[in-house]
């Protein structure tokens, strides 16, 4: 079993930055690809990053030029997060080999 552990959200103001972690309890983040996610109550779910095991990562058209995503080692990839706006307020989660983390709220408000 394999348990994801997301950190990092908080609340910010329009403009600033976070960095949200993905940290694995085993080591399979370098052999399989790791999502990011994120959800608004109501909303359908949104696939924001995708860091594959090897090759590009990919983004929403949405995080574009604004969100990077990286894989620090083999169990944690981060999502930074810049230029923040308050439409990217969402629950963000992680998830890899089929496996998923309970999420980190990102608040963008003034």
């Known amino acids: 079993q394999v348990e994801l552990v997301e950190s990092g959200g908080g609340l910010m103001q329009p403009g600033g930055s976070l960095r949200l972690s993905c940290t694995a309890s085993r080591s399979i983040l370098g052999l399989v690809a790791t999502a990011w996610y994120r959800q608004v109550p109501g909303k359908e779910r949104e696939l924001v990053a995708l860091?594959?095991?090897?090759?590009?990562i990919t983004y929403a058209d949405s995080v574009k030029g604004r969100f990077t995503a990286s894989r620090y080692n083999t169990s944690m990839v981060y999502l930074q997060m810049d230029n923040l706006k308050p439409e990217d307020t969402a629950v963000y989660s992680c998830?890899?080999?089929?496996?998923w983390g309970q999420g980190t709220l990102v608040t963008v408000s003034s």
């Open positions: 860091v594959p095991a090897a090759g590009k």
């Open positions: 998830g890899a080999g089929g496996h």
